[in-house]
């Protein structure tokens, strides 16, 4: 089983910046593939971001070249830096472990149903 716990959320105004990040422990092949994924209210949860532990990453449309996934892997840490933030980035984000078996990870984007574990949770706020 793996643990995630989130943070760095907050508000911002449109146009700023926010770097999240996810302490992960627990069982480690779970970590192979990780993600951020995030739900706005009324929304379907949406995949944003996938890393696989060798450092491919795959993003979403929205997101692309706005958003940036890393990883400490000594610190066991993931991250999403975020900038030139807009107001429809707003969103509870989620940080995503333990793909389902068999599938490629950059496929968690768009198939966000296939990570099988996540954190609490950090809002995030953007404002015009």
């Known amino acids: 089983q793996v643990q995630l716990v989130e943070s760095g959320g907050g508000p911002v105004q449109a146009g700023g910046s926010l770097r999240l990040s996810c302490v992960a422990s627990g069982y480690t092949a779970s970590r192979n593939c990780m993600g951020w994924l995030r739900q706005a209210p009324g929304k379907e949860r949406e995949g944003v971001a996938s890393m696989t532990r060798d450092g491919t990453t795959t993003y979403a449309d929205s997101v692309w070249g706005r958003f940036t996934i890393s990883q400490d892997n000594a610190k066991n840490t993931l991250y999403l830096q975020m900038n030139d933030l807009k107001p429809e980035d707003t969103a509870m984000y989620y940080c995503?472990?333990?793909?389902?078996?068999?599938?490629?990870?950059?496929?968690?984007?768009?198939?966000?149903?296939?990570?099988?574990?996540w954190g609490q949770g950090t809002q995030v706020t953007v404002s015009s």
């Open positions: 995503a472990a333990d793909l389902e078996s068999g599938s490629l990870c950059y496929t968690g984007v768009r198939y966000p149903q296939r990570f099988r574990s």
